[in-house]
């Protein structure tokens, strides 16, 4: 069976990994630390290279879940124009113009199109810096998985409150 991997960063990785681990077509989620080079977010647009990163590895069958679809349910969770150190990091090529065209229309949530003399919509992709979107997004170097005794932290201690009503969350999503 074919697979993809897409990594996420913010919050607190074990509430991410308990949200997608549920989801249809998401085969496996696991919590670790990532490395990540030519970062950048939509208000500041100079790549940088990341160490250490907390974060979520998903693993998914593209066939019955979308990359979009997955970061809908991210950007639901987590406010990308808030400073929160949220991030999106791809291992495969292929999967960045989605990415980059997903952030991108983040970024421009809310704004006017432009229009050329011939009433013609444009998006214009040297206007980077349109909406403060912090959302980071760049390609993996690599990814450590964290030990298994830190895996699915919040279902081994139920008695943890999480920030996100997990229940509510989950019975609201639809695929």
Do not use: W
């Not at 549920?22 to 790549?47: C, F, Q, T």
């Not at 952030?103 to 009433?119: D, M, Q, T, W, Y």
């Not at 990814?143 to 996100?164: M, V």
């Amino acid at each position: 069976m074919y697979t993809k991997k897409i990594y996420f960063s913010g919050g607190n990785v074990d509430e991410l990994q308990e949200i997608f681990t549920d989801i249809p077509g998401v085969l496996s989620v696991l919590v670790g630390k990532l490395s990540a080079r030519n970062v950048h977010s939509y208000v500041n647009y100079e790549p940088q290279t990341l160490e250490d990163i907390s974060a979520v590895e998903i693993e998914f069958n593209p066939k019955k879940m979308d990359l979009s679809m997955l970061m809908d349910v991210l950007f639901n969770v987590l406010n990308p124009y808030a400073e929160n150190n949220l991030g999106v990091y791809y291992a495969s090529g292929e999967d960045e113009p989605q990415v980059e065209l997903h952030l991108n229309f983040i970024a421009n949530r809310g704004r006017e199109p432009v229009v050329s003399k011939a009433c013609l919509t444009i998006n214009d992709p040297n206007n980077k810096i349109v909406r403060k979107c912090y959302a980071k997004v760049g390609r993996l170097v690599s990814f450590t998985a964290a030990p298994e005794s830190e895996q699915n932290f919040l279902r081994k201690n139920p008695e943890i409150r999480s920030d996100i009503d997990l229940t509510k969350l989950k019975t609201s999503l639809r695929f």
